[in-house]
T-cell receptor, first 112, second 112 residues
Framework: QKEVEQDPGPLSVPEGAIVSLNCTYS??????FMWYRQYSRKGPELLMY????GNKEDGRFTAQVDKSSKYISLFIRDSQPSDSATYLC????????????FGQGTRLTINP | DTAVSQTPKYLVTQMGNDKSIKCEQN?????MYWYKQDSKKFLKIMFS???????INETVPNRFSPKSPDKAHLNLHINSLELGDSAVYFC???????????FGDGTRLSIL
């Protein structure tokens, strides 16, 4: 079983829809959670960075962490064609030299 | 203004050859990383350096040797290239070991 599970999709939704992207994880020691966006032929770009359970909002993006269920989500409101990309969740145990563990990434397409 | 830059962007070479990939960051970060992204988009850490000191060394064949001449540079040398080395290699950097990582746009390595 992988430490971080993420449905690779593809996921296709109409412009303006609310998008929900999810990851589950097995290691209860994970404390820091990130979402990265990766456009084709580009490197991952950090979107959201959270610590502990709860919600964090940034513009049209909301990151949600539920440590009791070992489940994290990224919501995109009023989705735009420019949001079409692969979204990767990533997480880390704690302080110090700890590696980031990534999900496989979900490929998202927003149709105009 | 490229923050994390990698050269070359594309590398096509024969099996058995030796090649190097270079990475430079102008963000003033002190920690740098090499990741490998396979054809299924899984992103896995290979190495991490903090202030030129190796701090993460995942289970990677010893044909791969990183070198950090200074805090702003991290190079990756690969000996005796194999077909399975075909992938996209990403360099990343962060300010300290616990801060978000910023990625370059990758080097696409193809082994013939």
């Amino acid at each position: 079983q992988k430490e971080v599970e993420q449905d690779p999709g593809p996921l296709s939704v109409p412009e303006g829809a609310i998008v929900s992207l999810n990851c589950t994880y097995s290691n209860s020691a994970f404390q820091y959670f990130m979402w990265y966006r990766q456009y084709s032929r580009k490197g991952p770009e950090l979107l959201m960075y959270t610590y502990s359970s709860g919600n964090k909002e940034d513009g049209r993006f909301t990151a949600q962490v539920d440590k009791s269920s070992k489940y994290i989500s990224l919501f995109i409101r009023d989705s735009q064609p420019s949001d079409s990309a692969t979204y990767l969740c990533a997480m880390r145990v704690g302080q110090g030299a700890q590696k980031l563990v990534f999900g496989q990434g979900t490929r998202l397409t927003i149709n105009p | 203004d490229t923050a994390v830059s990698q050269t070359p962007k594309y590398l096509v070479t024969q099996m058995g050859n030796d090649k190097s990939i270079k990475c430079e960051q102008n963000l003033g970060h002190d920690t740098m990383y090499w990741y490998k992204q396979d054809s299924k988009k899984f992103l896995k850490i290979m190495f991490s350096y903090n202030n030129k000191e190796l701090i993460i060394n995942e289970t990677v064949p010893n044909r791969f040797s990183p070198k950090s001449p200074d805090k702003a540079h991290l190079n990756l040398h690969i000996n005796s290239l194999e077909l399975g080395d075909s992938a996209v290699y990403f360099c990343a950097s962060s300010l300290g070991q616990n801060q978000p990582q910023h990625f370059g746009d990758g080097t696409r390595l193809s082994i013939l």
